[in-house]
């Protein structure tokens, strides 16, 4: 049974108690009761690590463990949940990728296309990469909406194209580009894609196998989960393919001083003890995650940004970055900088971002220098926007009196 009601979900967040109005969810969300309990009842309670002991404990946490892998690959609907790798976050994902999948085969002259709206995680991989083996790094620009212009892919790959470098949903605009469009163009050229879904995990159900998605990224902490843990899904026969990235304990079936043979995928890329209370803590997230309407809980927060975006309106200057239908609103004031402006707003207890949010080639493609942005969540209320208006008229009537 699925539902969504506004109060009792405000309610799991212990944080929201404090006095505050946090909008910056697209930063990271809050942590829900069940994460903190299973995070405690972890460290009070477990003994041992993962597939290394064999006394009761030790083999429950493994299963524990291995059950969570089972359960995020029908969370995205993979079909093996050893096509699931552990990982930091998504940076640590997509530098995963980049290490070991593209570096091994990337030759000079290569090409690697990436959209002007990602975040440095999706983009910063790909130019060290470039640049190591005198690879081309090819930029999709933005369309007059502000999303990446997938008109121009047509263009832009070819038969030197390994990769398509793609984000779900940009942590700047909230703007969602058609995957399905851009992956069938991209395997048309015979490139590859990587799904950047920091943002979008937690917006829609994503369902890589019906997106036919190569690689997808996200990380646990902006999906209510905890911080440190993150995952990179791959299909099952590019991940067979890879060669490790990290070598240490549990990676490798033997070892000697003349060399090691490896363990299959997904173990292959975990080296060293995992963040075992990372994906415990996850795990529980996502079981109280599958009783919540989550798309009832994001319209939810995208009534929220209507009615900020449409009060903010009125402001003198405001200029809105939102993609339509987003959940979190960027903006400028015209006059103001955007950090006098976020240092007030903390002043009034309403905690948002400003800046330029990790995307500095979109901040230029947008011809700002930085953005103010809040991101509002289902826990969030009318009552956080009331605040955040207020807040802003205030800050607004400071320094335009500076
Ligand atoms: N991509 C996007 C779109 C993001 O918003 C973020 C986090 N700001 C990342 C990647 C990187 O995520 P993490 O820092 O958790 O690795």
Not at 90 to 108: F, H, K
Not at 218 to 238: R, W
Request: glycine letters at 8%; charged letters at 15%.
């Amino acid at each position: 049974m699925h539902n969504f009601y506004p109060a009792d979900f405000r309610g799991q967040f212990p944080a929201l108690q404090d006095a505050g109005v946090y909008l910056d969810s697209a930063a990271t969300t809050l942590k829900p009761q069940c994460l903190i309990d299973a995070t405690a009842a972890f460290y009070s309670l477990s003994a041992g690590t993962v597939h290394r002991s064999h006394y009761a404990a030790a083999r429950e946490l493994t299963g524990r463990y291995e059950q969570a892998r089972t359960q995020v690959a029908s969370w995205i609907n993979a079909a093996d949940p050893h096509s699931i790798v552990w990982t930091r976050g998504t940076t640590e994902a997509i530098n995963l990728v980049a290490q070991s999948w593209l570096g091994p085969q990337l030759r000079p002259g290569d090409e690697i296309v990436v959209s002007e709206a990602e975040h440095h995680a999706n983009l910063v991989p790909w130019l060290m990469l470039a640049q190591s083996r005198n690879a081309k790094l090819i930029k999709l620009p933005l369309a007059a909406d502000r999303l990446p212009d997938l008109t121009m892919l047509p263009q832009l790959l070819n038969d030197k194209t390994r990769l398509l470098a793609l984000g779900q949903m940009s942590n700047v605009t909230g703007g969602r580009p058609a995957l399905e469009q851009a992956i069938t163009l991209a395997h048309q050229a015979g490139a590859k894609v990587m799904i950047d879904g920091a943002q979008g995990i937690v917006h829609a159900r994503t369902d890589v196998q019906a997106l036919d998605i190569d690689f997808y990224a996200f990380s646990g902490h902006k999906f209510y989960g905890p911080m440190g843990i993150g995952v990179l899904y791959a299909k099952p026969e590019l991940l067979e393919a890879m060669p490790p990235w990290h070598g240490g304990g549990k990676m490798l079936t033997r070892v000697d001083f003349d060399g090691f043979t490896v363990q299959p995928p997904p173990w292959r890329f975990e080296a060293g003890t995992p963040n075992v209370a990372g994906v415990v803590g996850l795990s529980a997230t996502l079981d109280w995650l599958a009783s919540i309407d989550m798309d009832a809980a994001e319209r939810w927060s995208c009534g929220l940004a209507d009615i900020a975006e449409e009060q903010l309106a009125t402001l003198p200057g405001f200029r809105s970055f939102r993609a339509s239908n987003a959940s979190l609103l960027s903006f400028e004031l015209a006059g103001l900088h955007h950090h006098d402006v976020v240092t007030l707003l903390a002043e009034s207890g309403v905690a948002l971002r400003a800046g330029q949010h990790c995307a500095q080639p979109m901040m230029q493609a947008l011809g700002v220098s930085g953005t103010l942005r809040a991101s509002f969540a289902p826990y969030n209320t009318l009552q956080d926007v009331e605040a955040l208006v207020r807040a802003l008229r205030l800050a607004v009537d400071l320094l335009g009196d500076a």
